[in-house]
């Protein structure tokens, strides 16, 4: 069985600031992993995803998270948030050759303030 | 924009009474899943259909009764349901391959009254 930590519930920053959301997963199987966010009102959107080759995924819109294997995480960062990159961000997992669905964190709100 | 089209938005029911929610994508996508969402939480599957046919229902109350009329739609029956059922339901379809995510609509806000 897969399991996902999101270790912050909230995270409140100033606009241009750095931020890091933090993922770790459990799993006794290779996974794909995911971010999710989800604006107010909202279904959610995906972000990003890991799959395969490069542990280091990008965003269009600034987001980047790196894959790391031995630590079993996959954090999500951005160098200069906006206001508008208020929302609620799930980390979500699923595993290799499984007939199972995306096992979500518990989210981490991101609030930027002015 | 999202691809995944869901109807109504919002809607509000009482205890008696039975409606439906819809879904609709036209991407091709052969899974479709129902979630629900209570606030501030993470999304908890409900029930999948692949190529139509249901594959995995997470042990969901007869209150709620899923249809697939084809491969781009998706309903979602509701009776006889209790205010805790209140949620923000949301409809996704998947497209082919392991890897592949979840295309989310943007939900049902349903109250039960």
């Known amino acids: 069985a897969q399991s996902v930590t999101q270790l912050d519930s909230q995270v409140p920053v100033f606009e241009e600031a750095p931020v890091e959301l933090r993922c770790n997963y459990s799993?006794?199987?290779?996974?794909?992993l995911f971010w999710y966010v989800q604006y107010p009102n909202q279904g959610l959107q995906l972000l990003l995803k890991?799959?395969?080759?490069?542990?280091l995924v990008e965003s269009i819109n600034g987001f980047e998270a790196e894959f790391n294997k031995s630590q079993t995480s996959f954090h999500l960062r951005k160098p200069s948030v906006h206001i508008s990159d208020t929302a609620e961000y799930f980390c979500?997992?699923?595993?290799?050759?499984?007939?199972?669905?995306?096992?979500f964190g518990k989210g981490t709100k991101l609030s930027v303030k002015p | 924009d999202t691809e995944v089209t869901q109807t109504p938005k919002h809607l509000v029911m009482g205890m008696t009474n039975k409606k439906s929610l819809k879904c609709e994508q036209h991407m091709g996508h052969r899974a479709m899943y129902w979630y629900k969402q209570k606030a501030k939480k993470p999304p908890e599957l409900m029930f999948v259909?692949?190529?139509?046919?249901?594959?995995i229902n997470e042990s969901v109350p007869s209150r709620f009764s899923p249809e697939c009329p084809n491969s781009s739609l998706l309903n979602l029956h509701l009776h006889a349901l209790q205010p805790e059922d209140s949620a923000l339901y949301l409809c996704?379809?998947?497209?082919?391959?392991?890897?592949?995510?979840?295309?989310f609509g943007n939900g049902t806000r349903l109250t039960v009254t």
């Open positions: 979500a997992v699923k595993a290799w050759g499984s007939q199972g669905n995306l096992i």
């Open positions: 996704a379809s998947r497209g082919p391959g392991e890897g592949s995510p979840l295309h």
């Open positions: 259909y692949s190529y139509e046919k249901l594959s």
């Open positions: 799993s006794s199987v290779s996974v794909y």
């Open positions: 890991y799959l395969s080759g490069s542990t």
